[in-house]
């Protein structure tokens, strides 16, 4: 019985390292031939195989096709088996000697070290490839840091692990930049714009200018990060208005006409500073309550009747603002047109965000 | 005639000056670019760099190209000079002036060849600590010009001699700007047309310049241009004093007085220069001058400011925000905004684009007149 089992445990090792053979044939020929997908797609049917585990040719040459794929994450788990599998008494002894605070620079085999290098390049190309920074990233970041305090200690090709790491950190940087936060703010601005209007005599058409000059208190919120901002603001406009002829004749004009109403805008900003600074576009609607009054009856010319029109109480705008950041103070200046009109609103404010 | 002729220029604007807000780029003092201390004129091999690398784009430079190598090409001929004593600089900058942009009945077209000039600088001594500076060009003819009336064509807008005693400390002696204010390229900024020190008043004198870590000063005696004739020569002193404040930012005061036969000038100011990070800056100045014709007919104090801001979104360009405040009687109630957006585009060393629009707006108790307009396109070029 003994002998059986024995014969039968044979055979399918036979078997098993022929067919192992085999698939190391073809993927040194898949490899010679430049062939990569076709390394990957027998590495990733046959990956429990021992081949993958025991020979250093195959490892390279799957790791290389792995690489080539961009396959980061299957590579670092080859040589992690890789590595448990071949240096398992060795990596604890590495391990221990970090922990004891010895010197490390002969601990290892160049073979060793080497694989220590290709895995912490790989995780790094792993996180590298990451677009947002999350538990997955915190994982692979770990055993990053790892990776590199071992060749640190081994003093292995300390020049190119430095730059790589460099490289890496810039990138998880980068992922935090992006991340978006909620923005709060609250503003003060000065504002002036223009409008036109017609005094109507005797069914004929006069045209008005009406420049209007006050402050505007609100607040705003959006979401930001380190590029973009997208926010609403909104504030209440106290505001007056000069109103007079455009021509010199007929003579109409106004003085100190009460302007009330909400500034709300809609709005987009690239980030250009460290500080925050901003510049962008914005819509801004105004909704403004001013009442103009029509001449006296009995005015020159009025005897036909006469009509002063009341400016449009919503105007639509586009505009285009600058902000200049100082911790959480700014300082913001905006230049926007009236749309379909030739008329013009200009702001200068003071705001904190919280 | 001649000061009809002065009065006139004053409205042309823009020649190639010091960039006051490159304090957005972490430099605060004009010294460290340019061979004037208080800035403009000609660059020195150090301002050549910074404006190749830091401040300029990489349009024309292949990805090979890293930054050394570009700041090595910032020279006039395109490499590191092969000596140490002299440099010149060749400048062209001219600018489409339209009127009333989009206005069929009232548009104004002008191209204005603003400056054609060489300059040349000796320099000699350890840290260039003696110099020969000065420049020569021809000059556009007066925008408003009186047909008919001879008018200087080739000029000399600096020409002086320059010692450094110490790194902190420098006389200058010659043809130079007036120590004054913050010199914005704007040669029609209100701040540069009231207190006399725009494009063309230039004056002969002494220059003391002091720089520490904190402190910068600039004092000036001067006796007028001597090109102009006697009469017409302001003389007097002027001072810039500019403090560091935060470590990166500077703010400061100037003071003036001068005169000639017909008329008694004195302005004060005060600044702020803003460093916002990386290329953005903020520029603010308030001042007032006060000018008494020499028989009193006239005594008039006139108030003006400056807000200039810049936001660089990205290398070589920059956004730009204009608002210039003019109360041209402080006995009256009224004065005027020049507002605007513009565009500064470096798209390699050697090379600006830019664009400025002008809204300028009257407010005046019981009047409403309609904005006047102004455009500007405008080229420079630098070798």
């Keep these: 019985m003994v002998l059986r089992l024995f014969l039968l445990f044979f055979i399918f090792m036979k078997v098993g390292i022929a067919l192992g053979d085999d698939i190391a044939n073809e993927i040194i020929t898949d490899y010679k031939q430049h062939n990569y997908a076709g390394v990957v797609s027998k590495f990733q049917l046959n990956r429990k195989r021992e081949i993958f585990k025991s020979s250093e040719k195959i490892l390279l040459i799957t790791l290389k096709a792995l690489e080539v794929k961009g396959l980061y994450e299957e590579a670092v788990n080859l040589m992690a088996v890789y590595l448990k599998t071949n240096y398992k008494k060795e990596h604890a002894l590495i391990l221990k000697a970090i922990k004891s605070g010895l010197d490390g620079k002969n601990e290892s085999s160049k073979k060793q070290s080497a694989l220590y290098f290709k895995i912490f390049w790989n995780i790094g190309k792993v996180i590298l490839s990451m677009d947002r920074r999350d538990i997955k ?218 | 005639m001649k000061f009809i002729f002065f009065f006139i220029t004053f409205f042309m604007s823009l020649e190639a000056m010091g960039y006051a807000n490159f304090i957005g780029h972490g430099y605060p003092s004009c010294l460290n670019c340019h061979f004037n201390p208080m800035g403009g004129g000609q660059l020195n091999d150090y301002g050549r760099a910074v404006s190749a690398t830091a401040i300029s784009g990489r349009l024309i430079y292949p990805e090979s190209f890293n930054e050394e190598k570009i700041a090595y090409m910032s020279g006039f001929l395109f490499k590191k000079p092969s000596q140490n004593w002299l440099r010149t600089q060749v400048n062209y900058r001219g ?21 054609r000039d060489l300059r040349v600088t000796l320099k000699f001594g350890e840290n260039d600590k003696l110099i020969f500076s000065g420049d020569y060009g021809k000059t556009p003819y007066p925008l408003n010009g009186i047909e008919g009336e001879d008018y200087d064509e080739y000029r000399s807008r600096s020409h002086y001699v320059g010692y450094r005693f110490t790194p902190s400390f420098g006389l200058y002696a010659g043809l130079m700007d007036k120590a004054y204010g913050i010199r ?200």
Aim: hydrophobic fraction near 35%; include cysteine; proline fraction near 3%.
């Design chain 1, 137 to 354: 990233t915190e994982q692979y970041l770990k055993h990053f840091e790892s990776f590199r305090e071992i060749l640190t200690f081994l003093e292995f090709r300390e020049e190119k692990v430095d730059k790589f790491n460099d490289r890496v950190l810039e990138h998880l940087k980068y992922l935090d930049s992006k991340k978006y936060f909620l923005s709060k703010r609250f503003f003060l601005e000065y504002l002036t714009w223009q409008q036109k209007s017609v005094l109507t005599i005797g069914g004929e058409d006069h045209s008005l200018i009406l420049t209007n000059r006050g402050v505007c208190i609100g607040g705003g919120m959006g979401y930001k990060n380190k590029f973009y901002h997208f926010f609403l603001d909104s504030c209440a406009v106290l505001a007056g208005g000069e109103i007079q002829s455009q021509n010199t004749i007929p003579i109409y004009q106004q003085s100190d006409i009460s302007a009330r109403g909400i500034k709300s805008s809609l709005g987009v900003g690239k980030v250009v500073s460290e500080t925050g600074s901003e510049i962008g576009f914005k819509v801004p609607v105004l909704f403004i309550s001013q009442d103009l009054t029509d001449p006296p009856a009995n005015s020159l010319g009025c005897g036909g009747g006469c009509s002063v029109e009341d400016p449009s109480s919503f105007s639509f705008l586009t505009s285009i603002y600058s902000n200049w950041a100082f911790d959480n103070w700014y300082f913001q200046t905006e230049f926007g047109k009236f749309i379909n009109k030739n008329d013009i609103l200009w702001t200068l404010g003071l705001g904190y965000n919280f």
């Design chain 2, 184 to 383: 914005v390229i704007e040669h029609s900024a209100y701040s540069r047309l009231l207190p006399q020190v725009t494009q063309n008043d230039q004056t002969h004198g002494i220059l003391g310049h002091y720089l520490n870590e904190n402190w910068e000063i600039g004092a000036h005696i001067f006796g007028g241009n001597l090109a102009q004739d006697q009469e017409l020569r302001m003389k007097g002193f002027s001072s810039i004093v500019e403090k560091t404040f935060l470590n990166i930012h500077r703010i400061g005061f100037s003071f003036q007085q001068s005169k000639n036969d017909f008329l008694e000038l004195l302005s004060y100011s005060t600044h702020a220069r803003l460093n916002v990070k990386e290329g953005s800056a903020l520029l603010a100045e308030l001042g007032e001058t006060k000018k008494k014709t020499k028989n009193s007919i006239e005594e008039r104090t006139s108030r003006y400011g400056l807000l200039q801001g810049f936001v660089r979104p990205w290398r070589g360009f920059y956004v730009l925000t204009n608002v210039e405040y003019l109360k041209n009687d402080t006995t009256f109630d009224s004065y005027n905004v020049r507002w605007g957006p513009g565009i500064q585009y470096f798209p390699m060393q050697r090379l600006e684009l830019r664009a400025d629009i002008y809204n300028t707006r009257n407010f005046s108790p019981g009047s409403s007149t309609l904005d006047s307009w102004l455009l500007l396109y405008q080229l420079h070029l630098w070798f």
């Design chain 2, 95 to 115: 600018f489409n002036l339209i009127r009333n942009p989009g206005s069929s009945e009232n548009e104004i077209k002008t191209w204005i060849p603003m400056q």
